[in-house]
C-alpha cells in the first residue's frame, strides 16, 4: 500500500529556517514526479514546489521562489523541503504527493500533513 510520511514540522521564529522530510513507501519511487503543497487555516490547498523523477527539474510556487528548496534522494526513497527566510504566511500544513504531474494541486497520493507555524 502506497504511503508518503511527512515529517521535520514545528515551531520557528520568522527568518529562521526548516528542512520538512517525506518518506514514500509502497510505490516505485524513483518512477514518480513529487510535490510538496501547503493549507493555511481557512484557505485552500496550494502548489509549493514539484521535482521530476530524476531531479533534473524543479518548479516553484512564485511565493517562495528563492527561500525555498525541493531534492531527492531516490536510494532513500525521499523527498526534502528546505525553507529559509520562513514568514509568518508560510504557516500552513504541509503536504507530500507522489504523481504531480504540474504546478498544481493534482496527484495521485498524499501524505497526512506536517504542521509549520512561523511565529512573528
Known amino acids: 500500500q502506497e504511503q508518503l510520511v511527512e515529517s521535520g514540522g514545528g515551531l520557528v521564529a520568522a527568518g529562521g529556517s526548516l528542512r520538512l522530510s517525506c518518506a514514500a513507501s509502497?510505490?516505485?519511487?524513483?518512477?514518480?514526479?513529487m510535490g510538496w503543497f501547503r493549507q493555511a487555516p481557512g484557505k485552500e490547498r496550494e502548489f509549493v514546489a514539484r521535482?521530476?523523477?530524476?531531479?533534473?527539474?524543479?518548479y516553484y510556487a512564485d511565493s517562495v521562489k528563492g527561500r525555498f528548496t525541493i531534492s531527492r534522494d531516490n536510494t532513500k526513497n525521499t523527498v526534502y523541503l528546505q525553507m529559509n527566510s520562513l514568514k509568518p504566511e508560510d504557516t500552513a500544513v504541509y503536504y507530500c504527493?507522489?504523481?504531480?504531474?504540474?504546478?498544481?494541486?493534482?496527484?495521485?497520493?498524499w501524505g497526512e500533513g506536517t504542521l509549520v507555524t512561523v511565529s512573528s
Open positions: 509502497g510505490l516505485i519511487f524513483s518512477a514518480y514526479a
Open positions: 504527493a507522489a504523481g504531480v504531474p504540474r504546478a498544481q494541486v493534482d496527484a495521485d497520493y
Open positions: 521535482i521530476t523523477w530524476s531531479g533534473a527539474y524543479t
